[in-house]
């Protein structure tokens, strides 16, 4: 029998979902307790190492053009506990449960960066910029498991059932898919200019088509959740502007502005794969950040000062299942100070 399948039965192994009998003691049909102070708390860490090798020369300061091959490290660990009181029929206090989900995502990837800057005016500051990034490729693997322990009233003693206790290879603590996963393309353009040599502004626009993202097992045969992705996910149009100021020769002010369009349908939901634990799930919304900088250039060392602000709203759902589920509507806000420092030789 297949892991899941066993684990999906933990409900009922726990006491979570009970049985209906009749006075002769016949079963009929599963039903569960009337649940009520849910809480849901999540741990992630890790993420994304990107790894950058690049190449630029340019024509006669007229045009430049550049290219960069990237290397990408992925690590992130996530947990999440879900607890839950229960009544019984009747109202009164049945004790309540608990559900552990653990996850990891590790794997590799890989893309190139290719970009030209043009000056069309000899005489003047004014650019153009073309930039095109190719799908990131990364194989990954997503490991799972899950416990979901129960102390039910109504019963002699608590329930434990965890998901690794069902693999067929019960040394491993975790059971594991491998897959591949190709991101969409990136058009980028961009123009800008400086005035008395003093102030220089800048504007880009970026599209990405998530819709086009693919999504294959380690045999190169299309997975299951490739039409949600086609039929979910949508195009994501950025904007940014940006302004630098000098202030005396060593050092400049900056600020800048960036939007992004929701990359979900307002409709879209997690359709939990086969070995799937991870219950929940974030549609984002379109975002907005802020950075605001300081700059210092000396003849060798030079140092960036820099402060982003990130806000959006988000609809967390705790279930994916078919039914109205409200969503909690969540204000999300990121305050990050970044500081660089480097030296010229």
Known sequence: MEPVTCFRSNGVRTGVVDWFNDPEK???????WNGFNNNFFSKETGGISQY???????????????????VYDVNYDRYTSYTENLNDDKGADNGGYTLDNYYRLEGTGMDLKLGVIVRPIESSPFRLGFAVHTPTWYDLRESYNAT???DILAYEKPYIQTLSDFLVTPEYDYLTYD???????????????????????????????????????VDGYELG????????????????????????PEFS?????????????????SALSLYSTRTDFNNTESKNTFTFGLGYRGSVIYADLAYKYDM?????????????????????E????????????
């Open 334 to 345: 990121r305050h990050q100070l970044l500081l660089t420092v480097g030296a010229r030789f």
């Open 179 to 217: 897959y591949n996963l190709t991101t969409p393309w990136k058009f980028n353009v961009s123009a800008g200019t400086t005035f008395a040599g003093a102030v220089a502004v800048g504007a880009e626009y970026e599209y990405q088509d998530y819709s086009s993202s693919k999504l294959k097992d």
């Open 26 to 32: 016949n079963i009929h049909a599963p039903w569960g």
């Open 148 to 150: 979901l322990s129960s």
């Open 253 to 269: 002010i900056r600020a800048g502005y960036n939007y992004s369009s929701a990359a979900f349908s307002k409709d879209a939901y």
């Open 225 to 248: 959740d490739q039409p949600s992705v086609e039929n979910y996910l949508k195009g994501v149009h950025t904007f940014r502007i940006g302004m630098e100021t000098r202030i005396i």
């Open 52 to 70: 950058d090798f690049n190449v630029s020369f340019n024509i006669e300061d007229r045009v430049y053009l550049g290219a960069t091959l990237g």
């Open 312 to 332: 959006y709203k988000s609809n967390f759902y705790a279930f994916d299942d078919n039914i109205d589920l409200p969503a909690t509507k969540v204000d999300n």
